[in-house]
């Protein structure tokens, strides 16, 4: 069975929606970061906010014009191409092209059709950016913290941001202490070897399953 956390679910409908509280609140320093800080990487997370905050907010838009302004965003803010190879894994070295081609549009739909069903489920939440540590140049993690609304605690949330200004892309989102597009990884992995090998039983799963249904199930 699929892990029920998929990357681009978390992202979108457990992080990303709840960000546009962010637009409404200052950037802060962070005293527990170590080291250099990315503050051109701060400013990005925290400008996205403001632009999913217009989103959600607009009353001209119905469910469905909503999710497709949603969908331009993260494919303007997130790295879906890199993120979509780093969760095959090894597999990425012997899938082939047309597997490739087939496994990447399943994975699209399927984290699609977690994010476009919990659109609405957001109410009140606000978002914090506290600072940030470089790993190396052009690799930073942007610390943020998720609070109020329906929320009983506050959440930190990490995004691993890639690029420098003007080019940024997200490429990892860590919550509860847990990077997803590794943990997407280990369970993509571990359903194709648990396969012996056959990528195609991996798509087909990513097919049938349409997104939403494994959510709904967790």
Known sequence: MLHRRPLLLRLAAFVLAPV?????????????????????????????????????NNSALDKAQKEQAFRGLIDQIVDVPLVTRFVLGKYMRTITPDQYQRFATAFRRYAEGVYQSRIDDYHGEKFTVSGSIVR???????TTTLFGGTMSNP?????RVLGGA????????????????????QDFVST???AGGN?????TQLQNDHGGAIHRRG
Not at 166 to 185: E, M, P, R, S, Y
Not at 199 to 203: M, R, S
Request: no cysteine; charged share 15%; aromatic share 6%.
């Open 20 to 56: 546009a509280g962010l637009a409404l609140l200052p950037v802060v320093a962070v005293a527990q970061e170590r080291g250099p800080h990315d503050a051109a990487a701060e400013q990005f997370v925290a400008a996205n906010g403001t632009r999913v905050l217009a989103i959600l």
């Open 136 to 142: 190396k140049p052009g690799d930073a993690i942007v």
């Open 155 to 159: 959440t930190v949330v990490k995004w």
């Open 166 to 185: 003007g080019n940024f892309h997200i490429v990892d989102v860590q919550v509860a202490g847990v990077w997803l597009a590794i943990t997407q990884q």
């Open 192 to 194: 194709i070897d648990n």
């Open 199 to 203: 990528v195609n039983v991996l798509i």
